[in-house]
């Protein structure tokens, strides 16, 4: 028998304990199941370390990509799957592993045990799963998620408007007054220079906030994290290169763009009296210095609960050598 712990941020805005509980006990009857709600991140920890050092055999994720960003950072190395459930609003990592389904057929990865290990990126002390940065995305981060803390009813603003809501704070950022960019020197075998940019991304997948198409070529298992910078100088042109990705375009001819694949790189913000704020997984990720970032490839360091697709391609042989 199965111990599975589920964690619930009943904060997210697609979280309602009642309805999540009662799918999932349906669906993983087998199983022992421990229901954790922590009113506080130290709460949290204490129950994650106690199910890390007690071996239970699954976490799940209930919330959105901020929750898996919390747990991340300790079942990082460990043999501990994850089975992320889209309880948030962008839900990225579990779009990215196909988990739009129902709760059925998602948990139905952890009763067959079925898993693979993803990249993770280390940015400074900070573990991130999904996309990340530097710029313009860390303000809307910030804003979302300082309104949220504050105003708790604007979780019901948050479901009923789902992703457009990270439209919403886009637009409003890209249609301010002002069109601030920052001066960063950056470090890696594949480009090093002085570049001034509103937007320095460092991306594990394709798509940010579901169809914004940042990074067409990444993946989180192919043992690279895609670099993307935006050199725009004007509104205009800068609204263009968003709008094209935003409808799931590329803007491939864009000459202000510099995008390269690698596993490490250095960013550092030259204007030290300006403190920039670097956002993971839709989350400010902290720490003690804040103006230099070591980024650097964690390959295959998280266990999730998903379709294997070596298995996946195993069996489809299999069937094609059957027929």
Known sequence: MQ??????????????????????????????????????????????????????????????????????????????????????????????????????????????????????????????????????????????????????????????????????????????????????KVTSKEFTGVVETPLLMVNNQSHLAGTFNIAPDTSHDDGKFNVTILKHRTHREFIQCCYKMGIGEYPYSDPNIITFETDQIEVENLNPSEELPFFGDGEILKSQNPHIWNIQLCPRLLKVYTQDDEKSLVSLSNEVNLS
């Open 3 to 184: 111990n599975i712990s589920v964690y619930l941020n009943q904060r997210a805005s697609h979280t309602r304990f009642g309805h999540w509980k009662e799918q999932i006990d349906k669906s993983l009857f087998r199983s022992t199941i421990t229901y954790r709600t922590p009113k506080d991140l130290k709460e949290l920890k204490t129950n994650l370390d106690f199910d890390i050092e007690n071996r239970c055999d699954a976490i799940v994720s209930v919330g959105g990509d901020g929750t898996v960003n919390t747990l991340i950072q300790s079942l990082a190395g460990s043999d501990i799957g994850l089975l992320v459930m889209p309880g948030g609003t962008a839900n990225d990592l579990a779009r990215e592993l196909g988990h739009k389904q129902s709760v059925k057929k998602v948990t139905h990865f952890i009763r067959n045990n079925e898993y693979k290990y993803i990249d993770l990126i280390k940015v400074n002390d900070n573990y991130m799963a999904t996309n990340g940065g530097i710029g313009m995305g860390a303000k809307v981060a910030q804003n979302i998620n300082e309104i949220r803390k504050n105003f708790p009813t604007f979780k019901k603003f948050m479901k009923i408007g789902g992703k457009s809501v990270y439209s919403f704070f886009i637009l409003n950022e890209l249609t301010s007054l002002k069109f601030p960019t920052y001066k960063l």
